[in-house]
């Protein structure tokens, strides 16, 4: 991920959100990554990410987007790493129907209103994940995936709220409960 930048979150719902966290808390006490924590991200799925972006123009697209779902059922069914410098250890959730098409009706939204997809977003490319480490030692990386696999996964739950952050450190611009149409 880029030094800074702005992405499009899925939330979970508070007992997979507790999940998530365990992970991230035995990997700081361990030593092994505290990354996430610091940065002050909350345990999430990334939908979408770019290096510039309109926070207004985006907020009557998503609000508008998250008033016609409904909250998404997820399982964190795997442990990954992605092949990149940082070293990036993730959950990702079972890649059911419901979570793409979620996705790419997100990117018909954006295309609609002329924002640009890059690459690694669209929907053939999109990996969904939950990131739990950043930065993990290679020496570290076995143990690591000890601590995952001890969460005894599949975790599932509800994607609840998106939003948007810029990041880093993570601060929140907005977001929306989906299939909430009535305010707070």
Not at 135 to 145: I, N, Q, T, Y
Request: glycine fraction near 4%.
């Amino acid at each position: 991920m880029s030094e800074g930048g702005y992405a499009i979150e899925l939330y979970f719902d508070p007992a997979l959100e507790n999940q998530v966290l365990k992970a991230w808390n035995v990997l700081a006490r361990r030593q092994i990554s505290s990354h996430l924590i610091e940065i002050e991200s909350r345990p999430h799925i990334t939908l979408y990410s770019t290096p510039f972006i309109d926070p207004a123009k985006l907020e009557s697209i998503i609000k508008t987007f998250a008033s016609k779902q409904e909250p998404l059922p997820l399982s964190l069914s795997t442990i990954g790493c992605l092949p990149n410098d940082n070293n990036l250890l993730f959950l990702a959730p079972t890649p059911s129907l419901s979570l793409l098409q979620f996705h790419s009706q997100l990117c018909d939204a954006m295309r609609k209103e002329g924002i640009e997809i890059s690459e690694e977003y669209r929907p053939d490319n999109w990996i969904p994940y939950c990131a739990v480490a950043q930065d993990v030692p290679k020496a570290r990386m076995g143990e690591s995936l000890c601590v995952l696999r001890d969460l005894k996964l599949p975790v599932a739950g509800y994607a609840m709220d998106i939003g948007l952050v810029e990041f880093s450190p993570v601060r929140e611009f907005f977001s929306f409960v989906l299939g909430s149409t009535l305010e707070g």
